[in-house]
């Protein structure tokens, strides 16, 4: 209809859950408007101080792991409605560092 090609998929809310510590598993939420929602893409960034690595793509969660520890983890999301038009990509980013193992 009209109103969707207008709109880009966008998205509203963008939020980091879980323990960040290993071996913990984080989850992204997301809330998606402007149309119906197609294949929008997620990558999962270790922002480390050697610099940024991509460590998981198209998926909602992610398991920490020791390469982890002592770097932030950035989360992005470029929201793509089910005709193929991307939004503007959004990202979230942990609220401290990945903390080790309790041993």
Not at 26 to 50: F, N
Not at 84 to 100: D, F, N, W, Y
């Amino acid at each position: 209809d009209r109103y969707q090609r207008r709109v880009h998929g966008q998205v509203r809310q963008l939020k980091l859950h879980g323990r960040l510590q290993v071996p913990y598993v984080m989850e992204l939420s997301a809330v998606y408007a402007g149309g119906i929602e197609g294949p929008s893409e997620v990558t999962w960034i270790r922002a480390a101080e050697t610099g940024p690595t991509v460590v998981a793509r198209d998926t909602l969660r992610y398991q920490l792991c020791d390469e982890d520890v002592g770097a932030y983890i950035i989360c992005s999301y470029t929201p793509i409605r089910a005709d193929g038009v991307a939004g503007k990509i959004r990202k979230t980013l942990s609220e401290h560092t990945v903390l080790p193992c309790e041993r």
